[in-house]
């Protein structure tokens, strides 16, 4: 017999959710290490973003956004909220707009994989795939936002993203890291949110943190997924245009530093982590990869955090699974 839920208001678990934690990994070590109060052996510590409800660090951008449009009258219930997301922020605002009473509509690029389409739509989001690179998508969505009046997320350059960062995911951190301290900040570029948002929460806390973006050698091996991984600011790249994140290449920091990370090095890393325990995609590998990098080059003792943004569901047609595709 079919049977109508109602999710109370007080109830919704979007809302309850507590902080991801924060692990140390040492590199060429296959245990992860302790987290005592004033231990600060070597290690990398990683936040795991891939924890949160819709299973990544998307889910931060999508309540905050939605919740300030909410607060600004930009919105109310039975909405439609449109966003041109390669995968990880449209699965985001479909799970925040199952919650809030809204209805989502997302613009993914043909190439995406089916699994995230088949997520989006399990929350009840529409979709709509677009052919082209995400700047077909971008204007897409701009379009369709304008043309019915739709409120439109803008990830690339909407300031709440960078907000959501500064004012949450950095604060949690300082307060579960030895000492209260970062020394450096290391992620992919997608949007440019998580590095920025990051490093202005800890800087602002003084911390003496620097901030270093990883960037894969081969950008072919992540499609057109932009979250997945990162910006390359090449135009011979399929799906990236210099300055598609205005978040990012507006940012004005002089303790920025790119590092470039071979794809095969993130696909391996991620397989690694899988042994460990823990169910992330590859952007997680890159994002280690070059941690490993900064934290060799600042020394032992320099407290280097990095993200595991999502989980591994959605790349199950992806690359990096095809080793074990192909297993007998």
């Excluded at 990883?214 to 910006?231: H, Q």
């Excluded at 598609?244 to 920025?256: A, F, H, Q, T, V």
Aim: with cysteine; net charge negative; proline share 6%.
């Amino acid at each position: 017999m079919p049977v109508s839920l109602v999710l109370p208001e007080s109830n919704t678990y979007l809302h309850q959710i507590g902080p991801t934690p924060l692990v140390r990994i040492s590199p060429g070590n296959s245990h992860r290490e302790s987290q005592e109060p004033g231990d600060h052996a070597t290690g990398i510590w990683c936040k795991l973003e891939f924890l949160n409800p819709s299973g990544s660090t998307k889910d931060r951008i999508a309540r905050h956004i939605l919740e300030k449009a909410w607060r600004r009258g930009q919105l109310s219930s039975g909405d439609t909220v449109v966003e041109a997301s390669s995968g990880s922020t449209s699965i985001a605002f479909a799970l925040a707009c199952s919650q809030m009473g809204l209805h989502f509509v997302a613009f993914i690029p043909d190439t995406a994989t089916s699994e995230r389409e088949l997520i989006i739509k399990a929350y009840g989001g529409e979709v709509r795939r677009v052919s082209g690179g995400m700047p077909e998508v971008l204007r897409s969505a701009r379009e369709a936002s304008e043309a019915e009046g739709w409120f439109l997320g803008r990830q690339f350059s909407n300031g709440d993203n960078t907000e959501a960062h500064r004012l949450n995911t950095g604060p949690e951190i300082l307060g579960q890291i030895p000492g209260g301290s970062v020394d450096a900040i290391v992620s992919g570029v997608g949007t440019g949110g998580t590095l920025r948002g990051l490093y202005e929460a800890f800087d602002g806390a003084g911390c003496p943190v620097s901030a270093h973006a990883a960037i894969p050698r081969d950008l072919a091996l992540f499609g057109s997924n932009l979250e997945c991984c990162s910006l390359r600011f090449s135009s011979d790249v399929p799906g990236v245009v210099e300055g598609l994140s205005e978040i990012y290449s507006g940012w004005k920091c002089d303790r920025l530093r790119e590092w470039e990370i071979r794809d095969q090095d993130c696909l391996e890393l991620t397989r690694q982590l899988w042994k460990l325990g823990f169910p992330v995609g590859p952007s997680s590998g890159l994002n280690l990869a070059a941690a490993m990098k900064v934290s060799t080059d600042l020394g032992p003792e320099a407290q280097v955090v990095t993200v595991f943004p999502d989980r591994m569901e959605r790349y199950f047609s992806h690359k990096v699974f095809e080793e074990i595709r192909n297993r007998p």
